[in-house]
C-alpha cells in the first residue's frame, strides 16, 4: 500500500515507523531522498519534522515547571521583559499554558513574510523582538483557538530565559541526549545535505512536476518549526511515552506531567478543535490520539501516538501538498487490529504457508482501475486495490481452496466468488482471473 500510495501520489520519498511501545515493528522507506542524485529514502532519513518541533519546545516547558522555575499561569512579562504588543485584545495577561493550548489570542504569525517564496527568509531573535511592539493581538487571551507559530516561538523564549541556557542547548541536554535521540537536532543540519537529509519538493504543478525547494533555517522561529528528525528517532520519542505512562515515575519528565500534557486543555465550544498542552488532540470512535503534524516548505510529516494500545506511527514525506497525518492514522487503522490481536493472544496468528508467497505481487486492473496488491495472509491471500486512502476499509480476504484457486471470505465467513491463479513456466502467477476477468501481473 505504501509503495503503491508512493507512486501514485507522485511523492519524491517517503519514510514510516510503526511503534508498539517498545518494539519498533516496522520502519522503511521508498522512493529517493534526491531525485537527482537517486538516494534512497529509509528509516534514517532526515526530514524537517516542522511543528512537531512544537512537542520538544513543550516538553521543555513543562520540565521547567517541574523545577519551579516558571508557572502556566505565568504572563509573558514575568520572563520576557521585551515581551509588549502594539495592541491587546481585552483584558487579561496572555499566559505561558495560552502559548501552549494556541488559546494566547496572539497573531499566527511574527511579521515576516517568511513562509513566502522563494527565499524561505525566517527572522532572527533580534528582528523577532524589533517587530513584535508593532504586532496587534487578535482576540483577547483564552477566548478562541489561533495556532500560533509566534506563540510557540515564545515558548521557546521563556526556556532559555528561565533556564539562564540558549535554547539549543537546554533541548540538547536536557531532552534529545537522555532520550537518545542522536538524529534530532533542533535546527536543519546542513552539513547533511546530500548525504542523510533529504531534499525537500514543491507541490505538485500543472505540467506534473514538483520543484526542489530552497535549504532553510527556522532561526528564531525554529522553537515552533526548525527541528530535523528521522522515522526511527521519531518512533524513540513515541517509545518514550509508552514507557513512562505505564512505568511511572520520571524519565525525562515525570508520568504524571506527560500525562497532563495529553490531557484536553482547550476545547472550541464545537469540540472540532481540542488541545494538550502542546499536543494535538484527536477523538475518533472512542479512542483518543495524540501527537502533532509538521509542514515545512518541502516537508511533510507526522506523529501518532495512541497511548492507552501504546501504538505509534510516523509517517515523513520530502513534498508538499501530503497529507501526513492522513497517512498516519491510516497506516494505524491498517495495522493496530492485527496488533492488538496479537497482543491479547500472543502465539495464537500464524504465518502465511510459504507456498503462498509465490501469488504475491501487483497485478493490473486497467482500465478500470489502478492496481490489485496481493498479500499472502494465514489461510490464503488478500488484495488491495491502489491507490486508495481507505486500505483498512478495502482489504478483500481470500482462503486457498483448491489448487491455485482462492474464495473470498465475506464478513459473515461464509465464501464467495473464486479467484484462480494462471502459472507460468517457471511456477509464478502471470495473472488471476476473477469474474471472469483477467488482470496480469505487473510486478
Not at 516496522?26 to 534512497?40: E, N, Q, T, V, Y
Not at 504586532?135 to 495556532?147: G, V
Not at 515564545?154 to 535554547?167: D, F, N, R, T
Not at 511515552?241 to 504524571?256: D, I, M, P, S, W
Request: with cysteine.
Amino acid at each position: 500500500w505504501l509503495e503503491g500510495e508512493h507512486a501514485y501520489d507522485q511523492i519524491p520519498g517517503i519514510s514510516v515507523a510503526i511503534v508498539h511501545d517498545q518494539e519498533l515493528l516496522w520502519s522503511g522507506g521508498f522512493g529517493a531522498a534526491d531525485l537527482a542524485d537517486g538516494r534512497p529514502a529509509a528509516a534514517d532519513t532526515l526530514y524537517s519534522i516542522c511543528s512537531i518541533s512544537k512537542l520538544f519546545t513543550s516538553t521543555a516547558i513543562m520540565q521547567l515547571r517541574d523545577t519551579g522555575k516558571v508557572r502556566l499561569d505565568d504572563p509573558l512579562q514575568k520572563h520576557l521583559e521585551w515581551f509588549q504588543l502594539k495592541k491587546t485584545a481585552g483584558e487579561g495577561d496572555v499566559t505561558i499554558e495560552g502559548l501552549l493550548t494556541h488559546a494566547s489570542g496572539l497573531p499566527r504569525e511574527s511579521d515576516y513574510p517568511y513562509w513566502s517564496a522563494p527565499d524561505f527568509s525566517f527572522p532572527t531573535h533580534e528582528q523577532i523582538v524589533k517587530r513584535l511592539s508593532q504586532q496587534d493581538a487578535l482576540y483577547p487571551p483564552e477566548l478562541h483557538f489561533q495556532y500560533s507559530n509566534l506563540g510557540l516561538t515564545l515558548a521557546g523564549e521563556i526556556v532559555a530565559a528561565a533556564s539562564g541556557m540558549p535554547y539549543t542547548d537546554y533541548v540538547q541536554k536536557k531532552i534529545l541526549e537522555p532520550l537518545g535521540l542522536v538524529s534530532t537536532t533542533p535546527f536543519m543540519p546542513e552539513a547533511q545535505r546530500g548525504k542523510r537529509l533529504a531534499t525537500g519538493y514543491s507541490t505538485l504543478y500543472r505540467d506534473g512536476k514538483r520543484k526542489p525547494v530552497p535549504f532553510f533555517q527556522g532561526n528564531g522561529i525554529a522553537p515552533a518549526m526548525g527541528y530535523a528528525s528521522t522515522a526511527e528517532d521519531l518512533a524513540r520519542f513515541a517509545s518514550w511515552q509508552f514507557r513512562l505512562l505505564k512505568n511511572g515515575g520520571a524519565e525525562v519528565l515525570k508520568a504524571t506531567t506527560l500525562r497532563e500534557m495529553h490531557r484536553v486543555h482547550w476545547a472550541e465550544p464545537d469540540f472540532e478543535t481540542i488541545w494538550g498542552i502542546g499536543y494535538a488532540i484527536d477523538r475518533e470512535n472512542n479512542k483518543l490520539f495524540v501527537g502533532h503534524g509538521g509542514s515545512c516548505p518541502g516537508y511533510r510529516t507526522a506523529l501518532l501516538l495512541m497511548p492507552e494500545e501504546r501504538i505509534a506511527t510516523v509517517f515523513m514525506a520530502n513534498a508538499q501538498n501530503v497529507d501526513a497525518e492522513g497517512w498516519a492514522k491510516k497506516i494505524y487503522d491498517l495495522v493496530a487490529p492485527a496488533i492488538l490481536a496479537a497482543s491479547k493472544e500472543p502465539g495464537k496468528g500464524k504465518a502465511p504457508a510459504a507456498e503462498l508467497r509465490r501469488y504475491a505481487g501487483t497485478y493490473s486492473e486497467q482500465p478500470w482501475g489502478g492496481e490489485v496488491a496481493v498479500v499472502p495472509y494465514e489461510e490464503g491471500v488478500i488484495l488491495l486495490g491502489l491507490p486508495t486512502m481507505e486500505p483498512a476499509k478495502e482489504l478483500m480476504k481470500f482462503k486457498l481452496t483448491g489448487p491455485d484457486t482462492f474464495r473470498r471470505v465475506r464478513k459473515d465467513e461464509t465464501l464467495g466468488e473464486e479467484l484462480v491463479f494462471e502459472m507460468g513456466p517457471d511456477g509464478k502467477p502471470v495473472r488471476f482471473k476473477r469474474h471472469s476477468n483477467y488482470s496480469p501481473r505487473i510486478r
